[in-house]
């Protein structure tokens, strides 16, 4: 007979590692967002339309 307890712990520590991982790439993502620099904006004058 199969040991569903151990099956068990083990989909379970697999699903925990995932979701720590995942955990960790998300705050390593955050934190490059954080410490990116500000685009360089530049304001274009409006534009005037075709006279007819």
Do not use: F, G
Not at 19 to 30: F, G, M, R, T, V
């Amino acid at each position: 007979m199969p040991d569903y307890k151990q099956m068990y712990l083990i989909m379970i520590q697999a699903s925990e590692e995932a979701i720590n991982l995942l955990i960790k790439a998300q705050q390593e993502c955050e934190e490059l967002y954080l410490s990116a620099r500000e685009p360089e904006l530049t304001l274009l004058a409006p534009s005037r339309p075709p006279a007819l």
